[in-house]
């Protein structure tokens, strides 16, 4: 048995499959912690400067709607390598895993600022019209009303956005960035380690089925409160 499972995983480096491990999380939690930041204000704004809400404004709205279009209709590899030098100006390199977050970021973000606007277009309007009653402003009709009654749907939304960070970080080893991505590539790919490439792939597919799991359960918990 034990010869068997040497032949069958001969080139496998465990430490360096943990390492690359831990790069993939860090990649995914950083870019996933600064999408967030970023796209949920960029959302919000999307709901508000819709058509017949709270701040309409069909200029604002139209501007603000292209550059997210833009950014999810260009392909995550394509991205990689467009951003190569505004990367190397921001960071200093565009390797390892410092290199892949602002691509990561430029790919999440715009993504989860359009889940985010289609959370909060699913909140009855029934709501923000009484909280509108009851002489709110918007800030308090967002903070106090929006967010919270969308709250269930933005965390599906972040559940959704961090497992496509989990395919994008394994693209972003095309270019060098590092994780489990770039040791398939480099080991699986490049030098047909056949074993290696089966446990970068099993191992992404242990995230992203945490990921859903943690994010449905964290979806049920606040749809009950």
Request: hydrophobic letters at 60%.
């Amino acid at each position: 048995m034990e010869v068997l499972m040497e032949n069958l995983m001969g080139n496998v480096d465990w430490l360096e499959i943990g390492w690359a491990s831990w790069d993939t999380l860090v990649m995914v939690g950083l870019s996933l912690l600064f999408s967030v930041l970023i796209g949920l204000p960029v959302g919000v704004l999307l709901f508000l400067f819709g058509k017949r809400q709270l701040l309409e404004q069909p200029v604002a709205y139209a501007v603000l709607s292209f550059v997210v279009n833009v950014l999810r209709s260009v392909p995550f590899i394509i991205l990689l390598i467009v951003m190569i030098p505004f990367t190397v100006l921001l960071i200093g390199t565009s390797l390892g895993v410092a290199g892949a977050i602002p691509p990561l970021v430029a790919g999440g973000a715009p993504f989860f600022a359009r889940l985010v606007e289609t959370s909060l277009r699913e909140v009855d309007r029934g709501i923000i019209e009484a909280t509108q009653a009851m002489g709110a402003n918007v800030r308090q009709i967002i903070l106090g009303a929006l967010l919270p009654e969308a709250l269930p749907g933005i965390i599906a939304g972040i559940t959704v956005t961090a497992i496509t960070l989990v395919s994008y970080a394994a693209m972003s080893g095309v270019i060098g960035g590092g994780g489990l991505g770039d040791l398939a590539i480099r080991f699986g790919y490049q030098r047909f380690q056949t074993d290696v490439m089966v446990i970068t792939v099993a191992l992404l597919v242990i995230f992203v089925q945490v990921l859903q799991m943690v994010g449905d359960r964290l979806v049920l918990y606040f749809s009950r409160k």
